[in-house]
């Protein structure tokens, strides 16, 4: 999938989670499901899942749907995660987030349930995994939710489960809202059945549950910004790959942004844009020069989804981008 050097990237991460400070009577205490170290409370396929630089990451090629999952049930919450799926080619690739679900087969590690699906043109909409409950029926994501997602960078989820209420929000939009038949279960991060080698990555995953559903342990209570959905300030610290040097190109309409990190040392860089066939639409050597992010007008292509490769050797990055509004 996607070439980069984590070396430098993983010498900067930090991860540091210090006791809560003293908060207002009035703040909303969250649980924090993911100290950024392990995943020893969850469970998970070891051949599949592993943690670097404070993210949990699923990466393989696997034969079947797995997750990285809850140990125990939840009912009535809300909860954040953000999540990062790097596509790297034009075909079809997805995970999603699960939640009220149960186990088809405990030993592998397989859920079936309510899922907040993400995936290009999916995001945010509700599927049956495995065809539970039976009888339900999937949501497609609202049009304001539809393709606003960050192709290959971070997005932010927020489920909001109440009862038989249920609410799926990214990046701030509404995306679906439906009624529940099944009221707990457990939670899940998905890893797809994929011909490739996929990869996703999760961090920042909080949960505070709604109608005294659940208790938070003292030792897990944190205070978050719903706003950045970070921990706030003296709650807990952290650096990984989402910072302005590691974060991947990204196309806003037709503009192409640069991070830093992607620039060569003679302050260069190569540009290319290819179609789902292959075909060689654009191409381009770019000088970089002081000022960082860079962004670059390219031609209008249309509406569409491209294949977008920027720089060579070692770190370049190769990943599907979308042109056009």
Request: net charge neutral.
């Amino acid at each position: 999938m996607v070439s980069i050097s984590k070396s430098g990237i993983a010498a900067a991460a930090v991860c540091l989670f210090a006791a809560a400070p003293a908060m207002s009577q009035t703040e909303t205490p969250w649980m924090n499901l993911f100290n950024g170290k392990d995943i020893k409370n969850w469970g998970y396929v070891a051949a599949n899942w592993h943690v670097d630089s404070g993210m949990i990451i699923g990466k393989s090629q696997s034969t079947y749907n797995n997750f990285c999952h809850s140990t125990r049930k939840y009912s009535d919450f809300v909860l954040a995660i953000r999540c990062r799926l790097w596509e790297t080619s034009t075909e079809y690739i997805n995970s999603g987030v699960q939640y009220r679900s149960v186990f088809i087969d405990s030993s592998k590690h397989s859920l079936k349930g309510y899922q907040m699906d993400i995936g290009d043109g999916y995001m945010g909409s509700m599927y049956p995994e495995g065809g539970y409950p039976a009888g339900a029926s999937g949501v497609s994501p609202s049009a304001d939710c539809r393709n606003k997602e960050h192709l290959n960078g971070w997005n932010q989820y927020v489920i909001t489960a109440n009862g038989n209420k249920i609410r799926h929000e990214m990046n701030g939009k509404l995306c679906a809202e439906y009624t529940a038949t099944v009221t707990d279960g457990y939670l899940g991060m998905q890893l797809h059945f994929t011909n490739l080698v996929m990869e996703v990555d999760f961090k920042d995953i909080f949960i505070r549950p709604l109608n005294n559903s659940f208790t938070i342990p003292d030792s897990q209570k944190v205070y978050v910004d719903t706003t950045t959905w970070t921990l706030k300030q003296g709650t807990g610290m952290r650096a990984d790959r989402n910072t302005t040097l590691a974060f991947p190109p990204y196309m806003d309409g037709n503009n192409l942004t640069i991070p830093a990190f992607w620039r060569g040392n003679d302050r260069s860089v190569k540009v290319s844009l290819l179609d789902a066939s292959g075909r060689l639409e654009f191409s381009r050597s770019i000088i970089a020069g002081d000022e960082l992010p860079l962004v670059v007008g390219l031609p209008n292509f249309g509406a569409g989804k491209h294949l977008l490769r920027v720089g060579s050797g070692p770190t370049a990055y190769n990943g599907v981008v979308r042109t056009g509004n």
